[in-house]
């Protein structure tokens, strides 16, 4: 089946720790996304890839990291720079072009211990 | 900027009714995309429709259907017959054309609950 997977589905943070939460899609999408959502504010746009190896910040990049060496593959790191992490994180993709549905994975909930 | 806002944080509605759920935007750009997301308990975010900015006539995809206002930047989501499972947080986004991050921008959500 064509998706989008993310995983973990939930995540412990330390303090000073970097977590990595991996998102995977073979719907050959070329853009990705991440998002965070908090309770009452919607969605908010982390990061996002229109091409391999090529990446942009979203609104609320600081604290985060990404790479997409692979078309299929978005990783997003929560830096220990991320003060406050706790949220839940969402990857979208989409075909490239404004008309074009991004397509959701079911989400990763991160926690600081 | 570019916002949406969506002024009603909660809503309900008995089951078989119908509910409007309203959503305005503000963008400086004549053409665009609206679209409805919907998230339920399971947090997966659904499609439920989309509509084009420069067709006026209103798009409809089963029991959903929008009324889209163009000049006074208005677009809100009508469920019929209301079931159980619409039972959501309901988000409304919209996307600029020309746009060189396909960026999504999307409202605070308003949550739905469909009662027996």
């Known amino acids: 089946d064509g998706g989008i997977t993310q995983s973990p589905k939930y995540l412990f943070r330390k303090e000073g720790q970097n977590v990595t939460l991996s998102c995977e899609q073979n719907l050959n999408h070329d853009a990705m996304y991440w998002y965070r959502q908090d309770p009452g504010q919607g969605l908010r746009l982390i990061y996002y890839?229109?091409?391999?190896?090529?990446?942009q910040k979203g609104d609320i990049a600081e604290g985060y990291s990404v790479s997409r060496e692979k078309k299929e593959s978005f990783p997003l790191t929560v830096t220990s720079a991320q003060k406050n992490p706790t949220a839940f994180y969402l990857c979208?993709?989409?075909?490239?072009?404004?008309?074009?549905?991004?397509?959701f994975g079911a989400g990763t909930r991160l926690s600081v211990l | 900027a570019q916002t949406v806002t969506q002024s009603q944080p909660e809503m309900s509605v008995q089951e078989a009714e119908t509910v409007t759920l309203s959503c305005t935007y503000d963008?400086?750009?004549?053409?665009?995309?609206l679209f409805w997301y919907k998230q339920p308990p399971s947090r997966q975010m659904i499609l439920v429709i989309r509509q084009e900015a420069y067709k006026q006539q209103n798009a409809t995809e089963n029991r959903f259907s929008v009324n889209f206002q163009k000049a006074a930047k208005s677009f809100s989501l009508k469920i019929s017959d209301s079931q159980l499972g619409d039972t959501a947080m309901y988000f409304c986004a919209f996307i600029t054309i020309p746009n060189t991050g396909n960026q999504f921008y999307f409202g605070t959500g308003t949550s739905l609950t469909v009662i027996p």
């Open positions: 890839s229109q091409i391999v190896n090529d990446f």
């Open positions: 963008t400086s750009e004549s053409n665009y995309y």
């Open positions: 979208a993709s989409s075909i490239s072009g404004a008309k074009n549905i991004q397509y």
